[in-house]
């Protein structure tokens, strides 16, 4: 959801180093594990579950200390408190890490539905079981809790995992796995289940981007470079999202009232994260009821870059806010920055949204059916929102107890990505001598 | 399901010809297009289909004389009788094509449908709404067939398309696109709704696969050095599948008559598609049986590529047979030959088909319900049989109305591809005022 430093830069670092990794000896472990999670029935999954909990909390000082190591290693580099927080474990989190995993085990599990089950006219019994996707890899940044987290959602699903954090991360990542490891051998299970990738070289990035024969799917959570990085480079099919360019339309008959809480907790509550508000569009006639809005915003900070015509009825107010650029309305802010354009109308708004919008959560304003249906109907962004804030396109506002990523392209998943979306199917055909004529 | 010709070579030809094609300017179109054609009702779809199959009929004249074109010039460059047959329309099968487009007409449309609408404990009612994908790319062979079934597939489901059929069938494309876009535009409805890359300069290929900009879906409809191109070079989500090495397990107690049927319909019903048996594991204990099941195969003119065991017990009961290579284990034959393996038991087969298969389709002829069991849980190929033949995998088969493609991988679709695997969804939010908190 925010940028990972450089990972847009594939080349290869010019360490000397000898290789220390066997990307495609992991990924036939990972292969060989996946097929035994496969096999496994929920209650298993479960256990495996609760004991890393336990297991994390029991090695809590090697945890702690190995993320010590990292937080300083961090600091030294320079890197900035707000990515020294999310690096940072510490007793409290570790707690609420291991909570997070009881939780998946809590989930219910999708492995093993069997969906539209019927007998075909020649009486083969054909239905469509749901089966784990076999080994998903994941590229992230510097947080350790994702590690644990994809590692807990994958094993839930039966999915073996080859994990990526970011290279301040290492230490930490490490000793999170060697307590997975360690649990999941207690239970019997492979320890290749949950592989991480923990040399900070980049050429191994490279190198995971092509393991197609043993990764079924790849999920970068990072910014637009490494999504794009990914997409150009990975012959493993991707799944693209976590870019937000979202968008509010104001129209003419909004209610107002409730329109200044709506923008300003879509660009406010959490201004880092994908689904916080980027661009208001407003509709000329009701440009004056702009003022309460950019108020709001301002008392909370935010900096408004307006177009020219918004700029006039700002500054009439009395309200500062500076000139947008053109460029200003392709961007994700993840900051206190909004984007704010007048427009003609419904069309011009949905217009705007189909030319700017990453189609991860834009929404309409208004108290008119016709224009939320036409807006709900013409815009075909992952989320599309009726008087709503965009903050809601989220797992677990969503209801579907977990997250994964958030997809913003067409294939296999779109918008918050749950258990089922780390799933698939196998059709199974029942016969008795059946053969095609 | 067969080899496209040299598409796994990527080089441009050296053809000095200027561009004609702009293919950024194509892709915008069909992006235009395709916002047009998702706020169609299914009635207006119909209609269009019904027109389009109307104006192949009454184009017939112009289309089969731009065919006879490329048939000619496909025997001036030596194309063997089997791939002209695939090239070859006449009266009577445009008349079929045009009564296939009828029948899509006929099917039900999934665009639309609400999915797991409820109202959040917050009171934002939550729902997931079936659409369109948007645009869909294909890249298929000689085969014109193709260009008019997956135009209507597309239109039936609100996609635009952009079709890249083989360079023999330019002609007959051009004329089949030229009804189409004269029945689109007579229903007041976009030609750009369904487009083809005529040029047959290989280059247009490379740059199709990366127009992920306007392009949400590629469809590779070829051999596997296709599908390996666009694995390779594609920045577009692709849907790989279509390579079937196909394995049938005869157990120690299969019901052995009727699996001398089912080995003979599987391999030699119609050896040249993808879904067809391509090797046979034999149970040590069965292998008196495999007599019978090697006699029907010889009788049908199967070619039988036996490992050491089983050559001696077909050698021993008089069949022909020659010895198989290592590497006969992972070809898709795609023609009348047959690997024979003998393994010792259920165990050894699931790890044979684990390592060799495609994961398309495999099956287990067996009476034991727990050997069944095993097969079914333990294999993940896209179709698993119990007693049955590897040929149903197959849209028609399976009663999904219609086939786009055979997936075999583990992203958005499995297995056959029908008219819900051209769409996504998009999450709609109802609200009245809601903010996250």
Same sequence: chains 1, 2.
């Avoid at 360019?245 to 879509?266: G, M, S, W, Y």
Wanted: net charge negative; charged share 25%; proline share 4%.
């Amino acid at each position: 959801m925010s940028p990972e430093p450089n990972l847009s830069d594939p080349t290869p670092s010019d360490s000397s180093s000898t290789p220390t990794v066997n990307l495609e000896a992991m990924g036939r472990r990972a292969r060989a594990a996946s097929r035994r999670l496969a096999t496994l029935g929920s209650a298993e999954k479960n256990r495996a579950l609760l004991a890393i909990a336990d297991a994390l909390l029991e090695r809590r000082e090697s945890i702690l200390e190995a993320n010590a190591t990292d937080i300083e290693a961090a600091r030294q580099q320079g890197m900035s408190e707000s990515l020294l927080d999310r690096l940072r474990l510490d007793a409290a989190r570790l707690e609420s890490l291991a909570e997070d995993v009881r939780q998946v085990a809590e989930l219910e599990d999708p492995v093993g539905e069997e969906l539209g089950s019927r007998l075909l006219p020649n009486g083969l019994r054909l239905s469509r079981r749901r089966i784990p996707l076999g080994v998903v890899a994941a590229i992230y940044e510097a947080r350790p809790n994702v590690t644990v987290d994809i590692a807990a959602l994958c094993l839930k699903t039966g999915n073996a995992t080859l994990l990526r954090g970011g290279k301040e991360t290492v230490h930490s990542n490490r000793a999170l796995r060697a307590a997975i490891a360690a649990a999941l051998e207690a239970q019997g299970l492979p320890a290749a289940a949950v592989q991480s990738l923990d040399d900070p070289d980049r050429r191994w990035v490279s190198e995971l981007l092509r393991l197609d024969r043993w990764v079924d799917m790849l999920v970068p959570r990072g910014g637009a470079g490494l999504h794009r990085l990914c997409r150009e480079q990975a012959t493993i099919p991707v799944i693209t999202g976590g870019i937000g360019i979202c968008h509010l339309f104001l129209d003419e008959d909004a209610d107002f009232d409730r329109a200044v809480d709506i923008v300003e907790n879509a660009k406010v509550q959490r201004p880092s994260v994908c689904n916080a508000l980027d661009t208001l569009l407003v509709h000329r006639e009701a440009l004056e009821h702009l003022a309460p809005i950019a108020q709001r915003l301002r008392s909370r900070g935010v900096e408004l870059r307006a177009d020219d015509e918004a700029l006039g009825a700002l500054r009439g107010a009395g309200i500062e806010a500076v000139a947008a650029g053109p460029e200003d309305f392709d961007q994700e802010w993840l900051s206190l920055i909004l984007g704010i354009r007048v427009v003609s109308g419904l069309e011009e708004a949905i217009e705007h949204v189909q030319e700017h919008s990453t189609e991860h959560s834009d929404g309409i304003l208004t108290t008119s059916l016709e224009r939320a249906r036409s807006f709900v109907d013409q815009v075909q962004s992952a989320a599309v929102y009726v008087n709503a804030s965009t903050r809601f396109t989220d797992g677990g506002a969503f209801g579907l107890g977990a997250e994964v990523a958030v997809s913003t392209q067409k294939l296999h998943a779109r918008g918050p990505m749950g258990l089922k979306e780390l799933t698939t199917y196998k059709w199974i055909g029942w016969g008795d001598g059946h053969i095609r004529s």
